[in-house]
């Protein structure tokens, strides 16, 4: 790869690997579907998950497919993506000619301030930030791993995966003796959820921030899933699977087939205890949702995977993709703005504190309100492409990061997004 200078213009289609912003980029409507299932505060939860009871087919339709393909699956794949980002600046800016540990710095002060990111988001709109979680998996993990061997990285990403798995079986093999045993309410999902219908601002603020700390570290570094999607992240970015996908193609294609294969049947009993179909108790139904975590990381690097061969198969052709595909790709680049935004878009419209919209909505509604969100994101990552601008919140973080920047570290072309970019050349 050939040195690169800071450039100030925004990286073209031509000059940024397809795969990674199209992948963010679509994988933004599972977020989104994801996340606004827990805006639906009038209604309670079924325990398992926090979809409700469905009240028609049309709920039970978006339930089955949401707790099959999205729950759980999408942020695994945007945790790969992330550490895949890390390896990708650093090799970018070691090229330029930063030290190791003038990159190093950097990386720290961008992590850093993904959990700044992620606290104001949690303390202003939603409190279930994924920003302070990667931020600070990127911090232990960039520490402990980011240079170390191949071999080592994956390794301990085969065993963070074989500590789901023992606790995924384990799971399995209780649900007999489960039958009839109370749930323990001391803490729950419905817990965290409850600021979503507190009708107060501030109280709504503190019940946010109170179940922050356990979501940052339960998710980033104690629920495996994404810590175990960042290591593949690195080991699969050293290979530039994403960047040349054409040379990966057998592997990527067994990844996608296998990877999605085993995360829709591993989410397919959690679905169908969602629709009634496997009447289990309270806490039965609780204890499949270490399977579901642990086929999730499969399902989501089978995602991306699957979304590589298609951008391969566009620029095979030597085709753009037309404005769908530009779209996507613009809402990639942008993929913390966008991330951002939905929260805009939903919170002030859907919380008792807010407008309270969700009081009237159920399952399938709400997924379509949630398409629509994810849609208003796609059309204005669009018109900033057109434009060519950054979005707002890469922008910031951009200046963050690099505030103390020395001439060797240099603002990287792709922009700071969940998954920074370099220049790709022949």
Not at 44 to 51: K, R
Not at 68 to 82: G, H, I, K, T, W
Not at 147 to 163: C, E, F, I, P, Y
Not at 218 to 244: H, N, S, T
């Amino acid at each position: 790869m050939s040195r690169q200078t800071a450039s100030n213009d925004p990286t073209s289609m031509t000059g940024r690997a397809l795969a990674p912003d199209l992948a963010r980029g679509f994988m933004l409507l599972f977020i989104a579907l994801a996340n606004t299932v827990w805006y639906l505060w009038a209604v309670p939860s079924t325990g398992a998950t926090m979809h409700p009871e469905p009240q028609s087919v049309l709920d039970t339709v978006a339930q089955f497919f949401t707790v099959l393909a999205v729950d759980m699956r999408s942020y695994p794949m945007f945790a790969f993506l992330f550490g895949y980002g890390m390896v990708q600046l650093l090799r970018r800016q070691e090229a330029a000619g930063a030290s190791p540990q003038e990159v190093s710095a950097l990386l720290r002060r961008r992590n850093l301030w993904l959990l700044v990111f992620g606290f104001l988001h949690c303390l202003l709109l939603w409190m279930g930030d994924i920003l302070g979680a990667y931020g600070l998996a990127g911090l232990v993990l960039g520490w402990l791993f980011l240079r170390r061997r191949d071999t080592t990285v994956m390794v301990w990403g085969v065993v963070l995966m074989a500590l789901m798995a023992t606790l995924a079986v384990f799971s399995l093999l209780s649900l007999p003796f489960l039958a009839g045993v109370p749930v323990d309410d001391a803490f729950s999902m419905q817990d965290m959820a409850a600021n979503v219908g507190e009708s107060s601002l501030v109280a709504a603020a503190v019940g946010r921030i109170s179940a922050w700390p356990l979501i940052v570290l339960g998710q980033g570094l104690l629920g495996l899933a994404v810590p175990a999607a960042i290591l593949f992240g690195f080991w699969a970015a050293r290979r530039r699977f994403l960047e040349e996908p054409g040379r990966h193609r057998r592997t990527l294609t067994r990844v996608a087939i296998v990877g999605i294969t085993v995360g829709w049947l591993g989410g397919l009993p959690l679905a169908l205890q969602q629709i009634g179909v496997l009447g289990l108790d309270p806490m039965q139904a609780q204890m499949l949702s270490m399977p579901h975590m642990f086929t999730g990381v499969f399902c989501g690097v089978g995602y991306v995977a699957l979304i590589a061969l298609v951008a391969h198969r566009i620029q095979e052709h030597g085709r753009t993709g037309g404005v769908v595909v530009t779209a996507l790709s613009a809402t990639g680049k942008r993929s913390l703005s966008a991330y951002l935004a939905q929260s805009v878009l939903c919170a002030p419209l859907l919380a008792a504190w807010g407008a309270g919209l969700a009081a009237d909505m159920t399952s399938w509604t709400m997924f379509l309100f949630a398409i629509g969100v994810w849609l208003v994101t796609v059309v204005a990552a669009y018109a900033l492409e057109r434009a060519g601008r950054r979005g707002p919140a890469e922008v910031l973080l951009r200046r963050l990061a690099y505030r103390r920047a020395t001439a060797a570290v240099t603002p990287s072309p792709g922009g700071d997004d969940l998954s920074p970019q370099e220049h790709t050349t022949p």
